[in-house]
């Protein structure tokens, strides 16, 4: 079954404590990896898109990868304001049938000051 | 730029109810998209729509209908509101759903079925 699963479900960081996200996922033909930042009673935000294995971006504290079964989200350093939920989404498909979008359920950051 | 705006952010209706979640985007994006978003869950796509005039079934559809009369808007209609429907509903735009395009996502409409 194609499927995004991400963890863990919740992550609680002290200020300045470096971790690492994970959305392992199992689909045929990925087109494309994304990671969304989303705050409370906020829709997601748009942080990366990664497209092959040994791909890498950043920006500020966040650093993302991608294997071919899963993607990391390293944060160096965080501070409060990271604090928030992150998402994946995988777009996957073959290119006779489409691509589908299909989402992780996400994993709650708490930085503590 | 307003990017994507959701109305209203709350609403509260009684089982068998209707009401229409409004959805507009000022960035020219032809693909609109209806998710719901539930506890412990992945968003899952309602409805979408690839430009005006055109739309398309998501993963769960039911219960659920849309239309696309102008490039900018993108309502979502609830008829016969049930509980199952309690949920956070995000409408988000995107350029022509190839693989860079992310999708912009509104702020959401938090809606409950007493």
Same mark, same amino acid.
């Given at each position: 079954?194609?499927?995004?699963?991400?963890?863990?479900? !919740?992550?609680?960081?002290?200020?300045?404590?470096?971790?690492?996200?994970?959305?392992? %996922?199992?689909?045929?033909?990925?087109?494309?990896? *994304?990671?969304? @930042?989303?705050?409370?009673?906020?829709?997601? #935000?748009?942080? *990366?898109?990664?497209?092959s294995a040994?791909e890498?971006k950043?920006? #500020?504290?966040?650093?993302?990868?991608?294997?071919?079964?899963?993607s990391?989200? /390293?944060?160096?350093?965080?501070?409060?304001?990271d604090s !928030?939920?992150y998402?994946?989404a995988v777009?996957?498909?073959?290119?006779?049938?489409?691509?589908?979008?299909?989402f992780?359920?996400?994993?709650q950051?708490?930085v503590?000051? | 730029?307003?990017?994507?705006?959701?109305?209203?952010? *709350? @609403?509260?209706?009684?089982?068998?109810?209707?009401?229409?979640?409004?959805?507009?985007?000022?960035?020219? /994006?032809? %693909?609109? %998209?209806?998710?719901?978003?539930?506890?412990?869950?992945?968003?899952?796509?309602?409805?979408?729509?690839?430009?005006?005039?055109i739309?398309d079934?998501?993963?769960?559809?039911n219960?659920?209908?849309?239309?696309?009369?102008?490039?900018?808007? *993108?309502?979502?209609?609830? #008829?016969?509101?049930?509980?199952?429907?309690?949920?956070? %509903?995000?409408?988000a735009?995107?350029?022509?759903?190839?693989?860079?395009?992310?999708l /912009?996502?509104?702020?959401?409409? @938090?809606l409950?079925?007493?």
């Amino acid at each position: 079954e194609d499927q995004v699963t991400q963890s863990p479900e !919740a992550l609680r960081l002290q200020e300045g404590e470096s971790s690492s996200l994970n959305c392992s %996922y199992t689909v045929s033909g990925l087109r494309g990896l *994304f990671w969304y @930042r989303q705050d409370p009673g906020k829709g997601p #935000e748009f942080l *990366f898109t990664l497209y092959s294995a040994g791909e890498e971006k950043e920006k #500020e504290r966040l650093k993302a990868t991608l294997t071919k079964k899963e993607s990391f989200l /390293h944060i160096t350093a965080p501070k409060p304001e990271d604090s !928030a939920t992150y998402l994946c989404a995988v777009r996957w498909g073959e290119e006779t049938s489409g691509s589908r979008l299909t989402f992780g359920e996400g994993t709650q950051l708490t930085v503590n000051p | 730029n307003a990017g994507v705006t959701q109305t209203p952010k *709350f @609403r509260i209706l009684k089982i068998g109810q209707s009401m229409t979640l409004q959805c507009t985007q000022d960035m020219n /994006h032809n %693909y609109m %998209y209806w998710y719901r978003q539930d506890p412990g869950m992945g968003l899952k796509l309602i409805y979408y729509s690839v430009g005006a005039g055109i739309t398309d079934k998501g993963e769960v559809p039911n219960g659920y209908n849309v239309s696309r009369s102008t490039t900018e808007d *993108f309502p979502l209609r609830l #008829e016969l509101a049930a509980p199952s429907q309690t949920s956070v %509903y995000f409408c988000a735009s995107s350029y022509p759903w190839d693989d860079s395009s992310p999708l /912009h996502f509104g702020n959401g409409t @938090r809606l409950t079925v007493t």
